[in-house]
């Protein structure tokens, strides 16, 4: 069965410090992955999403990610968090059903 | 700028009492997609519509349906809410079908039930 996994549920990080933010997969097929972040009652805004290509993709707010295919991993990280980087985090993977599934999210709160 | 426009951002209904929550996009995207998030979860994908095609998911209740009217208009109807539809529903749209398209989301209804 194919399946998103968010390890963490909770991330507390201070401020400026870096932040790691873990998504696994599995699937049988090739997929296409993607990170949003939500605020608080807002909608999702895409991070940045890998399609092909190079491993490492580089999106907004100065996040990166790194598509691991050997251990099936698409971590999202940013070297110095901000205040306002404090929100929810869903990694979503997309495998040929023409649609999104996303892991259960990351609440990032960054600690000043 | 191109926008998912959800309307209104925050809607009470009674128990039972139909209602609607609606959805525009100026992005002139094919595919508009409903999404309902639970507290604290994921969103979980209601259907969507390409173009004017239709696509349920399988799990989805027969107490929700949907229209679209034209491209730049989605609706999400509930016909007899209980109190576990109260939750943010969310639209998004993306230019094509295909699984390289990113979703465009919308901020989201909340509905609550009384």
């Known amino acids: 069965a194919q399946s998103v996994t968010q390890l963490d549920s909770q991330v507390p990080v201070f401020e400026e410090a870096p932040v790691e933010l873990r998504c696994n997969y599995s699937?049988?097929?090739?997929?296409?992955l993607f990170w949003y972040v939500q605020y608080p009652n807002q909608g999702l805004q895409l991070l940045l999403k890998?399609?092909?290509?190079?491993?490492l993709v580089k999106g907004i707010n100065g996040f990166e990610a790194e598509f691991n295919k050997s251990q099936t991993s698409f971590h999202l990280r940013k070297p110095s968090v901000h205040i306002s980087d404090t929100a929810e985090y869903f990694c979503a993977v997309s495998w040929g059903a023409n649609n999104l599934f996303f892991g259960t999210g990351t609440r990032l709160t960054v600690i000043p | 700028d191109a926008m998912v426009i959800q309307n209104p951002r925050y809607q009470v209904t009674q128990f039972g009492k139909p209602v609607t929550l609606s959805c525009s996009q100026t992005l002139n995207h094919n595919v508009m997609y409903w999404y309902q998030q639970k507290s604290s979860q994921a969103p979980k994908l209601l259907f969507h519509y390409y173009d004017k095609d239709f696509n349920n998911e399988a799990d989805t209740p027969d107490n929700f349906q949907s229209r679209r009217p034209n491209t730049s208009f989605c609706f999400l109807d509930i016909r007899s809410p209980g109190l576990g539809d109260a939750a943010m529903y969310l639209c998004?749209?993306?230019?094509?079908?295909?699984?390289?398209?990113?979703?465009?989301f919308g901020d989201g209804t909340r509905l609550s039930i009384l």
């Open positions: 699937s049988s097929v090739s997929v296409y």
């Open positions: 890998y399609l092909s290509g190079s491993t």
């Open positions: 998004a749209t993306s230019r094509d079908q295909g699984d390289n398209q990113p979703q465009h």
